[in-house]
């Protein structure tokens, strides 16, 4: 008896190195969407520096701004317009040729990543340093966080409205900064305790000076000239840190890695590799879309997306309101209601790569591989599925469609071993209105380090995936 196929393709499920089957004009474009990922990626190291960056894409690309169009603006299959929150999320779309209550197809992912930011009574003088005290901010090991060099990125606004932006540690002529640890001659009881316990949330101050200030009225001076030379250069006193909201991340730029340049280490892939990928394939689509394209950068996912600027914010919900309002017909709210449920979503966010040098988390065949493609995740969540959103494999038949046709590589994974821990991403957000998601995106090594690893296989596959999802109209 013949074995028939029971699907298009291969009778096996084969899982392979993407770059066996790349063709040389395909692996130039690679490089160049990984060039500009790697730009991005440079200037949008906070989730405000990540908005206004996409922004400034939208912008130049024509995006027109929600919130300045004049009233009675009547928006058209085409239209091409963005709404920002707080300078945190924004928010991006190009109408379809279907009304919206046929539906959006929306690709969500998140700009904020792992810091550490600055508290609000921050500033003190100890041992002859001034240092600054920080609350981390997102899932971290805290030791990896010491003796790198940091930069200090955010702003300080004074109550009188201005706003004063920071960006100090970038620069090759800037300062940078640190978090100092004991040396191993003296660490035999630090070296004692667990990974997790040696380095504590409090013990991640920042040195940020030594010098005396010459103010010889001045109880702490070391203190006082890190205050005088705020007030120099920033125009900003010890009170404007209350209304402050400063980070310190790792220095530098994004770096090509491996010496086949096959890789990318750089803070912030999590998850600005989807949200990148995600808005350059709205930017690149090409034509008109039969449904609303929609882009979703967001704010506070790594701590649960509460907050206004967070998906579980009414944001998209008003934005969608927002949209149905300058559309022919006006505002309907049974309309916004069947658009939100009738939508098709991609939570665009990481997962982790197989590591060879710590396997024993995976489970071999359900672990995504580096070079593999952009990776399909049916459900996240802990051990039981606990707090999981959990794909329709109805949907997810349709995902593979659209990224076969596309020729977008992709491979199914699960986050580690079912008993090792879990995760989650925005998609329960996007899935309580009713439409269908999955989760979709890069892989990652060495994930929540303050340097992380993608491969630019992966990268360039999430982006060919990702524009074929927003252009695609055959709805089954």
């Known amino acids: 008896m013949t074995k028939k196929k029971t699907s298009k393709g291969n009778l096996a499920y084969e899982r392979k190195n993407g770059y066996a089957g790349l063709s040389a004009a395909e692996h130039k474009r690679m490089e160049e969407v990984s060039k500009d990922y790697m730009a991005f990626l440079g200037e949008g190291k906070t989730e405000r520096e990540a908005h206004d960056e996409a922004v400034r894409r939208l912008e130049a690309a024509g995006f027109k701004d929600l919130d300045t169009l004049p009233e009675g603006t009547r928006l058209k299959a085409g239209d091409k317009v963005y709404r920002g929150g707080a300078g945190k999320t924004v928010i991006a ?19 904020d990543s792992p810091r550490l930011d600055v508290k609000q009574n921050p ?7 001034a240092l600054l005290d920080t609350h981390y901010y997102g899932g971290i090991k805290k030791y990896q966080w010491i003796c790198l060099p940091l930069a200090l990125h955010g702003v300080f606004v004074r109550p009188d409205g201005k706003k004063v932006t920071l960006r100090v540690g970038e620069d090759p002529a800037d300062p940078v900064f640190t978090i100092t640890d004991l040396l191993p001659h003296l660490a035999n009881d630090q070296m004692k305790k667990t990974m997790s316990e040696a380095v504590e949330g409090e013990g991640l101050d920042v040195l940020v000076g030594s010098v005396p200030s010459k103010d010889k009225k001045a109880k702490e001076k070391i203190k006082h000239r890190v205050l005088e ?38 803070y912030g892939h999590d998850d600005r590799s989807c949200a990148f990928t995600s808005l350059k394939a709205l930017l690149e689509m090409g034509g008109v879309p039969e449904h609303a394209a929609c882009v979703l950068l967001a704010d506070k996912e790594e701590i649960g997306s509460y907050g206004s600027t967070g998906m579980d914010s009414s944001f ?15 505002y309907d709210g049974l309309k916004l209601r069947r658009a939100l449920e009738r939508s098709w979503a991609l939570s665009a966010d990481v997962n982790a790569l197989h590591d060879p040098l710590y396997p024993a988390v995976s489970e071999r065949k359900n672990a995504a591989n580096l070079n593999q493609g952009v990776i399909l995740t049916k459900y996240t969540g802990s051990r039981g599925k606990s707090g999981a959103s959990d794909a329709h494999a109805e949907f997810i038949a349709q995902i593979r469609r659209i990224f076969d046709g596309a020729g977008a590589q992709w491979q199914a994974a699960e986050l580690g071993k079912v008993d090792q821990g879990g995760g989650g991403t925005i998609a329960f957000l996007l899935a309580r209105y009713g439409m ?25 596959m999430a982006y060919k995936g990702y524009r074929a999802f927003l252009l695609d109209h055959r709805r089954k």
Request: hydrophobic share 45%; charged share 20%; proline share 5%.
């Open 436 to 460: 269908s998601v999955l989760d979709c995106g890069v892989g990652v090594l060495s994930m929540h380090a303050p340097w992380e690893l993608i491969g630019k296989l992966d990268l360039y």
């Open 229 to 266: 030379l705020l007030k120099e250069r920033y125009g900003v006193v010890e009170a404007d840190f209350v209304s402050s909201e400063l980070e310190f991340v790792p220095a530098g730029p994004p770096r090509e890695a491996g010496l086949d340049r096959s890789m990318i280490l750089g």
């Open 316 to 330: 998209l919900e008003n934005a969608a309101a927002e949209l149905f309002h300058l559309t022919e017909g006006g």
């Open 123 to 129: 500033l003190y003088e100890n041992g002859e340093m």
């Open 93 to 111: 779309v190009v109408l379809g040729r279907k009304p919206l209550d046929a539906g959006l197809h929306i690709l969500g992912a998140h700009i």
